[in-house]
């Protein structure tokens, strides 16, 4: 018996520090650095079928950039709730968005967001691909992360959240769109 309950308090212990660190997830570029430049496969935005660096092209305005290593129901609800905030915002303050999805099949992910902009009506947040599942070395996106959201403007990260699988909740997604204030004022 002993040894039952010893061996049960070490199966929490582990499962409660596995939770812990998954909570803990450092990915992507952290507040106050300056994000690189790096190229995308436009899928879904006004360039689609061209390779292009949305970072470039949004320079210093206010943008919200998401890396995702897959589009589930969680994830499509944050870029829609995302992109109803930039589209509120794009005109005055110039706000901007864009989804990269992590994949080393870009040409299986195409029909699938093609379809998710279509379905959710998205206006002003293109869907592209990065074709690694890595991510841009520069940005460091972390082999556990399934989605990371970076916020910057002026050319300086003022958000960064870090989502392991399962962790993107709507509570959660409620904090990142609130988050956008940040990038806003």
Same mark, same amino acid.
């Given at each position: 018996?002993?040894? =039952?309950?010893?061996?049960?308090?070490?199966?929490?212990?582990?499962?409660?520090? #596995?939770?812990?660190?998954?909570?803990?997830? *450092?990915?992507?570029?952290?507040?106050?650095? #300056?994000? $690189?430049?790096?190229?995308?496969?436009?899928?879904?935005?006004?360039?689609?079928?061209? *390779?292009?660096? &949305?970072?470039?092209? &949004?320079? %210093?305005? $206010?943008?919200?950039?998401? =890396?995702?290593? @897959?589009? %589930? !129901?969680?994830?499509? *609800?944050?870029?829609? !709730?995302?992109?109803? +905030?930039?589209?509120?915002?794009? %005109?005055? @303050? *110039?706000?901007?968005?864009? +989804?990269?999805?992590?994949?080393?099949? $870009? %040409?299986?992910?195409? #029909?699938?967001?093609?379809?998710?902009?279509? /379905?959710?009506?998205?206006?002003?947040?293109?869907? /592209?691909?990065?074709?690694?599942?890595?991510?841009?070395?520069?940005?460091?996106?972390?082999?556990?992360?399934?989605?990371?959201?970076?916020?910057?403007?002026?050319?300086?990260?003022?958000?960064?959240?870090? =989502?392991?699988?399962? !962790?993107?909740?709507? !509570?959660?997604?409620? @904090? +990142?769109?609130?988050?956008?204030?940040?990038?806003?004022?």
């Amino acid at each position: 018996m002993r040894k =039952f309950v010893a061996v049960a308090a070490m199966a929490v212990a582990v499962a409660v520090t #596995g939770v812990v660190n998954a909570a803990d997830i *450092k990915s992507g570029l952290q507040v106050g650095d #300056g994000p $690189p430049a790096f190229t995308v496969l436009d899928i879904t935005g006004p360039s689609a079928g061209q *390779k292009l660096c &949305y970072r470039c092209q &949004y320079s %210093d305005r $206010p943008v919200v950039s998401i =890396f995702a290593r @897959k589009m %589930d !129901e969680s994830v499509v *609800k944050l870029v829609k !709730e995302l992109d109803n +905030v930039v589209v509120k915002n794009s %005109d005055d @303050k *110039k706000m901007a968005a864009f +989804v990269t999805v992590l994949t080393n099949n $870009p %040409d299986a992910a195409e #029909g699938e967001l093609k379809k998710i902009a279509d /379905t959710q009506q998205l206006k002003r947040t293109p869907l /592209t691909v990065f074709e690694n599942n890595a991510g841009p070395a520069k940005y460091k996106i972390d082999e556990k992360a399934e989605v990371t959201v970076m916020m910057w403007v002026d050319a300086d990260v003022k958000v960064n959240h870090a =989502f392991a699988a399962g !962790e993107l909740t709507a !509570e959660n997604i409620a @904090k +990142v769109v609130a988050d956008t204030k940040k990038i806003l004022n």
